[in-house]
């Protein structure tokens, strides 16, 4: 319900977006898109899958504290040693995809969101594991509501652009995070 109301969302913001937006600009929305689309599988080192597996296997709160806090270590050092080197790597890739056409700024917001995205996404699967589905729906309907205000906010009434599209996503991912670790924590 709460997969079907985001895409809902973004389909509602389309006709705004590109009123507001030059082909340009969400031509680079739309290649964030791709490219964190091809990363999020690669950043995630199959330990999302993997750790549904054993947690849901798991019998004790013990093993599963152990798995979870294992997975959690080795992706988060791995994924800010992707985010390390795709900052190193920033003007060849800036050069080769984006022809250019990408501030600092905007690289930066990107990565930002994509790791908080891949970091996130494990305290999504514990709590799927657990079948705790009304606080994941909880958790997606609030970072919805940040997202759609945000975008609202910045790209449609202070006029930012895709930094307004960036910061809405990495706001939303953020109060998406803290809320799914919030819940596994309890």
Do not use: H
Not at 96 to 121: M, R
């Amino acid at each position: 319900m709460s997969s079907i109301l985001t895409q809902l969302a973004g389909l509602f913001l389309v006709p705004f977006y590109t009123k507001e937006l030059s082909p340009e600009e969400y031509a680079i929305i739309a290649l964030f898109a791709m490219v964190g689309g091809f990363l999020n599988p690669i950043l995630a080192l199959g330990l999302d899958s993997a750790l549904f597996r054993y947690f849901s296997m798991g019998k004790s709160l013990f093993l599963k504290i152990r798995l979870f806090s294992s997975a959690f270590y080795v992706k988060i050092i791995f994924v800010a040693f992707c985010i390390l080197i795709l900052t190193l790597c920033k003007d060849p890739l800036n050069d080769y995809i984006f022809n250019n056409t990408i501030s600092n700024e905007l690289y930066y917001l990107f990565l930002g969101s994509l790791f908080v995205q891949n970091v996130s996404s494990l305290a999504y699967v514990s709590l799927r594991a657990e079948r705790k589905v009304k606080k994941i729906v909880f958790a997606n309907i609030i970072a919805l509501v940040v997202s759609l205000s945000l975008s609202i906010w910045l790209v449609l009434i202070i006029k930012l652009g895709v930094i307004g599209v960036l910061l809405a996503s990495l706001g939303a991912s953020t109060v998406q995070s803290i809320l799914f670790f919030a819940f596994i924590r309890s």
